[in-house]
């Protein structure tokens, strides 16, 4: 049998769901006897790989209708195949039977749009559907969807099966064997680092919090509890921790405890790191083109730009992307930067912080499971329990690299080191398990199949089935909660999981991105960002009451909840104190004339908050690595060859909140532009940044003045939401509504480039919703109408034909169809979290 005979499952996930239940899909085809594997989809495309003749893909939606970013060069790639293609041509996809498994949100817009794009590509590629693809809401819970269509996948599979290979096989040794045989090349693809040159940070500051907390969860809210309905399937226990008892650890044992017997100083492990972002992945070709590898870059700058009693505290850090540091022997540490970074970044893009998860929590929940504090910092390999289960059937892919060969294998010695691979048990759930998020109800389900008292075995099965949906929904969209594995453990305390099955489980932690608002022309080794420090404080009186509480979730003790990566970045810049007041006022006897960059750097600096602390003699450093934006989220460059100068089309600028990092940005950049090339001629840059309190959190406030009197800014609209709640000017998309005409006549006159960023649900969908009210609105205009029906598609797929159209209002069909043009053509971009 060939390779191309195997079933292939794809995934392409951002945060574990479709990974997960690809994995469910595979293991349960395996159980059926199918020779079946499991792939990241990008494997899809690779020049060495068969074109598979059966083949499922789960694949997820994220950003705004865009592909996980495991995915983004395969959808780019399968696009230019698509367009490639000529109908009578011959397609080397022809004989594919696929099915597709699209996850998504409906709370978001572009419901399920990754999977329905590639979908799209395969049919033009000639494949055939073999099973109805599939689209599950996570919004109203994956499972309604999933498990029937994993319940229902198997007559159609065997149908097709029987058809390509008539009978379908089971694994031989030889299969076997060359499976343990993949496995050994992976380990030697490892790369090795030197042992002495590690990096540290320090959690003797971190702040105390109430981590044992218990969830009061109401039963007799849920109606029908005499039958389960619909509980996701139980994971069997397939993988053990094998504690390896190491001589790097002699030297380790002075290091000094805290109160909770947790290290004071946590090493940066050396897997974080790697050259090119993708671990053991050797194919240089096959890289993620937006992956740069992941490296140190040093804290220079860290100050709070709101003021005590604002509702939240945005902090404003700067790294330098290339520090000259040497490590305390002298050497220069490995972990630097690859040099591409420096030339590749651009104001638009973001990046990735490789942040761990609270120690505190990690402690707690090793305490927990009843794992023993002498075992918390031994390093560990991971073994499947049967030898002959390839590990990437076992656990996610995020922990694969951490399986051992076999039982009989000797432990690795220091000198031919496989201590980049080797983690400890403490560094596992620090840096790859999400134990912050609320457990999907797959975990739930396994976690009530190892409770000892029968209530609440019965209620975590309850709360994993369709009939428990209202209150799981509660915990896991609470915001003020934010329920974690502890806290669910903590509430059943009969549940006597072991780490291992729990660790086998658990989704991967999903590293944060930041956009960055500085630009490179300015300073190519400084990135600059901006963020809110996620804090949610829960005292017993602002405690959910019952009665307001249909779904029947409260927390029984008083409690603090940290975001993840925002307080981590807080506690290693030393919590900066927020500023004392806002000021929008420039220093009238300083002129702001300057054309030289390097004053022009100087005022910026002193146009940011002054309360920073001293971090760059501190030597804090964070793991980061550089996210190119693929959506287009750029200011556009100078181009001799286009008739129209991009750089010269007027901008709307559209960032309210954190929303406004990026924008800083390119009012930069836009700076830099108008200094260096002094002909330029000026840009109108119309800017929208609203807040709740003026006096409290407006960001930026004063270089945000300063681009203006620099004639960056043509036009600042500001709302402040808070200060005076009866306004009818709240919200950014309110001022937008006021400058209907402005914008209508920028957009349409002028052919205007409209950028917005911020938060994707409430935002983002208002502020479309604006634009094209504001678009139907002035089509019934005479000058507006010819000019968006000359703009319009041609061919509407819902048949309506433009220029029967012309004169009329447009539609609202018609105009959204227009907005998703634009965005294709960058008239029109969005970069929403
Ligand atoms: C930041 C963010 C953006 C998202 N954007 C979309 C979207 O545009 N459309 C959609 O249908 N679902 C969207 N989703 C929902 C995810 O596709 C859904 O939660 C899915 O289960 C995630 O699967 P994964 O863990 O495999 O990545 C988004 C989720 C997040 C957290």
Same mark, same amino acid.
């Given at each position: 049998?060939?390779?191309?005979?195997?079933?292939?499952?794809?995934?392409?996930?951002?945060?574990?769901?479709?990974?997960?239940?690809?994995?469910?899909?595979?293991?349960?085809?395996?159980?059926?006897?199918?020779?079946?594997?499991?792939?990241?989809?990008?494997?899809?495309?690779?020049?060495?790989?068969?074109?598979?003749?059966?083949?499922?893909?789960?694949?997820?939606?994220?950003?705004?209708?865009?592909?996980?970013?495991?995915?983004?060069?395969?959808?780019?790639?399968?696009?230019?195949?698509?367009?490639?293609?000529?109908?009578?041509?011959?397609?080397?996809?022809?004989?594919?039977?696929?099915?597709?498994?699209?996850?998504?949100?409906?709370?978001?817009?572009?419901? +399920?749009?990754?999977?329905?794009?590639?979908?799209?590509?395969?049919?033009? =590629?000639?494949?055939?559907?073999?099973?109805?693809?599939?689209?599950?809401?996570? $919004?109203?819970?994956?499972?309604?969807?999933?498990?029937?269509?994993?319940?229902?996948?198997?007559?159609?599979?065997?149908?097709?099966?029987?058809?390509?290979? *008539?009978?379908?096989?089971?694994?031989?040794?030889?299969?076997?064997?060359?499976? &343990?045989?993949?496995?050994?090349?992976?380990?030697?693809?490892?790369?090795?680092?030197?042992?002495?040159?590690?990096?540290?940070?320090?959690?003797?500051?971190?702040?105390?919090?109430?981590?044992?907390?218990?969830?009061?969860?109401?039963?007799?809210?849920?109606?029908?509890?005499?039958?389960?309905?619909?509980?996701?399937?139980?994971?069997?226990? *397939?993988?053990?921790?094998?504690?390896?008892?190491?001589?790097?650890?002699?030297?380790?044992?002075?290091?000094?405890?805290?109160?909770?017997?947790?290290?004071?100083?946590?090493?940066?492990?050396?897997?974080?790191?790697?050259?090119?972002?993708?671990?053991?992945?050797?194919?240089?070709?096959?890289?993620?083109?937006?992956?740069?590898?992941?490296?140190?870059?040093?804290?220079?700058?860290?100050?709070?730009?709101?003021?005590?009693?604002?509702?939240?505290?945005?902090?404003?850090?700067?790294?330098?992307?290339?520090?000259?540091?040497?490590?305390?022997?002298?050497?220069?540490?490995?972990?630097?930067? *690859?040099?591409?970074?420096?030339?590749?970044?651009?104001?638009?893009?973001?990046? $990735?912080?490789?942040?761990?998860?609270?120690?505190?929590?990690?402690?707690?929940?090793?305490?927990?499971?009843?794992?023993?504090?002498?075992?918390?910092?031994?390093?560990?390999?991971?073994?499947?329990?049967?030898?002959?289960? /390839?590990?990437?059937?076992?656990?996610?892919?995020?922990?694969?690299?951490?399986?051992?060969?076999?039982?009989?294998?000797?432990?690795?010695?220091?000198?031919?080191?496989?201590?980049?691979?080797?983690?400890?048990?403490?560094? =596992?759930?620090?840096?790859?398990?999400?134990?912050?998020?609320?457990?999907?109800?797959?975990?739930?389900?396994?976690?009530?199949?190892?409770?000892?008292?029968?209530?609440?075995?019965?209620?975590?099965?309850?709360?994993?089935?369709?009939?428990?949906?209202?209150?799981?929904?509660?915990?896991?969209?609470?915001?003020?909660?934010?329920?974690?594995?502890?806290?669910?453990?903590?509430?059943?305390?009969? +549940?006597?999981?072991?780490?291992?099955?729990?660790?086998?489980? =658990?989704?991967?932690?999903?590293?944060?991105?930041?956009?960055?608002?500085?630009?490179?022309?300015?300073?190519?080794?400084?990135?600059?960002?901006?963020?809110?420090?996620?804090?949610?404080?829960?005292?017993?009186?602002?405690?959910?009451?019952?009665?307001?509480?249909?779904?029947?979730?409260?927390?029984?003790?008083?409690?603090?909840?940290? $975001?993840?990566?925002?307080?981590?970045? /807080?506690?290693?810049?030393?919590?900066?104190?927020?500023?004392?007041? &806002?000021?929008?006022?420039? *220093?009238?006897?300083?002129?702001?004339?300057?054309?030289?960059?390097?004053?022009?750097?100087?005022?910026?600096?002193?146009?940011?908050?002054?309360?920073?602390?001293?971090?760059?003699?501190?030597?804090?450093?964070?793991?980061?690595?550089?996210?190119?934006?693929?959506?287009?989220?750029?200011?556009?460059?100078?181009?001799?060859?286009?008739?129209?100068?991009?750089?010269?089309?007027?901008?709307?600028?559209?960032?309210?909140?954190?929303?406004?990092?990026?924008?800083?940005?390119?009012?930069?950049?836009?700076?830099?532009?108008?200094?260096?090339?002094?002909?330029?001629?000026?840009?109108?840059?119309?800017?929208?940044? $609203?807040?709740?309190?003026?006096?409290?959190?407006?960001?930026?406030?004063? =270089?945000?003045?300063?681009?203006?009197?620099?004639?960056?800014?043509?036009?600042?609209?500001?709302?402040?939401?808070?200060?005076?709640?009866?306004?009818?000017?709240?919200?950014?998309?309110?001022?937008?509504?006021?400058?209907?005409?402005?914008?209508?006549?920028?957009?349409?006159?002028?052919?205007?480039?409209?950028?917005?960023?911020?938060?994707?649900?409430?935002?983002?969908?208002?502020?479309?919703?604006?634009?094209?009210?504001?678009?139907?609105?002035?089509?019934?205009?005479?000058?507006?109408?010819?000019?968006?029906?000359?703009?319009?598609?041609?061919?509407?797929?819902?048949?309506?034909?433009?220029?029967?159209?012309?004169?009329?209002?447009?539609?609202?069909?018609?105009?959204?169809?227009?907005?998703?043009?634009?965005?294709?053509?960058?008239?029109?971009?969005?970069?929403?979290?």
């Amino acid at each position: 049998m060939s390779e191309s005979d195997t079933i292939k499952i794809f995934y392409a996930s951002e945060s574990g769901n479709a990974e997960a239940i690809a994995m469910q899909i595979a293991n349960e085809a395996k159980n059926k006897s199918y020779d079946v594997k499991i792939h990241e989809i990008q494997d899809f495309l690779k020049e060495s790989f068969d074109v598979p003749k059966t083949a499922i893909f789960v694949i997820s939606t994220f950003g705004d209708g865009d592909p996980p970013s495991n995915a983004e060069s395969t959808f780019r790639k399968m696009a230019i195949k698509a367009k490639r293609f000529k109908n009578n041509s011959e397609s080397e996809y022809a004989n594919l039977y696929y099915s597709v498994l699209g996850l998504g949100d409906t709370n978001y817009n572009n419901f +399920c749009n990754a999977s329905k794009t590639f979908i799209k590509h395969l049919k033009t =590629l000639k494949s055939t559907e073999f099973y109805p693809c599939g689209f599950a809401d996570d $919004g109203t819970g994956l499972e309604e969807v999933v498990e029937p269509w994993i319940a229902n996948i198997w007559p159609s599979l065997e149908v097709i099966q029987k058809k390509i290979l *008539n009978p379908p096989k089971i694994f031989n040794d030889q299969q076997v064997d060359s499976m &343990i045989q993949d496995l050994s090349i992976k380990e030697k693809n490892l790369e090795k680092h030197d042992t002495q040159n590690q990096i540290y940070f320090s959690i003797e500051n971190i702040k105390p919090q109430t981590i044992k907390r218990k969830l009061a969860l109401d039963f007799s809210k849920i109606t029908n509890t005499k039958k389960v309905l619909g509980a996701p399937k139980s994971i069997s226990n *397939n993988m053990k921790i094998r504690f390896l008892e190491h001589e790097i650890l002699q030297n380790e044992q002075s290091v000094e405890l805290n109160e909770f017997g947790i290290r004071k100083v946590l090493k940066y492990p050396f897997w974080i790191f790697n050259k090119t972002g993708k671990l053991m992945n050797n194919d240089e070709k096959d890289l993620e083109e937006n992956i740069y590898g992941t490296f140190l870059a040093q804290v220079v700058y860290a100050s709070c730009m709101t003021t005590q009693d604002a509702v939240k505290r945005t902090l404003l850090l700067e790294l330098d992307i290339d520090p000259e540091f040497k490590s305390d022997d002298g050497n220069t540490c490995p972990y630097v930067g *690859n040099k591409n970074v420096l030339d590749e970044w651009e104001a638009g893009d973001s990046f $990735g912080i490789v942040a761990p998860n609270d120690p505190n929590i990690v402690a707690a929940l090793l305490d927990r499971l009843n794992v023993k504090s002498s075992e918390w910092y031994l390093p560990i390999s991971l073994e499947s329990l049967d030898q002959s289960i /390839d590990p990437t059937l076992v656990a996610g892919s995020h922990i694969t690299q951490f399986f051992g060969n076999s039982e009989n294998d000797q432990q690795p010695s220091i000198n031919n080191s496989g201590l980049d691979k080797l983690a400890t048990l403490f560094e =596992l759930l620090c840096w790859k398990m999400d134990i912050m998020s609320c457990p999907k109800k797959q975990v739930l389900r396994v976690l009530s199949d190892y409770c000892t008292d029968p209530t609440e075995k019965a209620k975590l099965l309850l709360l994993s089935s369709r009939n428990g949906t209202t209150m799981y929904n509660e915990l896991r969209s609470s915001q003020t909660l934010m329920v974690g594995i502890l806290d669910i453990l903590n509430t059943f305390p009969s +549940c006597n999981i072991g780490v291992a099955h729990l660790i086998q489980i =658990l989704p991967p932690l999903v590293h944060r991105s930041y956009s960055i608002s500085s630009c490179k022309s300015v300073n190519p080794k400084k990135w600059r960002f901006a963020f809110n420090v996620v804090e949610h404080k829960l005292s017993s009186d602002q405690q959910p009451q019952t009665n307001d509480n249909p779904s029947g979730v409260s927390v029984k003790e008083a409690n603090i909840r940290y $975001g993840l990566c925002t307080s981590w970045l /807080d506690m290693i810049s030393n919590y900066p104190v927020p500023i004392e007041s &806002i000021s929008d006022t420039l *220093n009238p006897s300083k002129s702001f004339e300057s054309t030289d960059i390097d004053q022009i750097q100087k005022d910026i600096y002193e146009m940011l908050p002054r309360n920073q602390i001293d971090v760059q003699n501190k030597k804090v450093y964070i793991p980061v690595y550089l996210r190119k934006n693929t959506s287009g989220f750029r200011l556009p460059k100078q181009n001799k060859n286009e008739s129209v100068d991009g750089t010269k089309r007027p901008k709307i600028f559209i960032g309210p909140g954190a929303g406004i990092t990026p924008f800083i940005g390119f009012l930069e950049q836009i700076l830099y532009e108008k200094i260096s090339c002094s002909n330029i001629n000026d840009t109108e840059i119309q800017m929208y940044f $609203g807040c709740r309190n003026k006096n409290k959190d407006y960001l930026f406030a004063k =270089l945000l003045s300063y681009y203006k009197h620099q004639g960056v800014i043509t036009n600042l609209r500001l709302c402040f939401s808070r200060d005076d709640e009866d306004s009818e000017q709240k919200y950014v998309q309110h001022l937008m509504l006021q400058d209907k005409h402005k914008i209508a006549d920028l957009v349409l006159n002028q052919d205007a480039q409209v950028y917005v960023c911020g938060d994707a649900v409430g935002m983002g969908k208002d502020v479309h919703n604006t634009l094209v009210d504001i678009l139907h609105s002035v089509s019934l205009e005479p000058r507006y109408n010819s000019i968006l029906n000359s703009s319009l598609p041609k061919q509407l797929e819902n048949g309506i034909n433009p220029e029967e159209n012309e004169g009329d209002q447009l539609s609202v069909v018609q105009i959204n169809k227009l907005l998703l043009l634009w965005t294709s053509t960058g008239k029109y971009t969005r970069d929403l979290w």
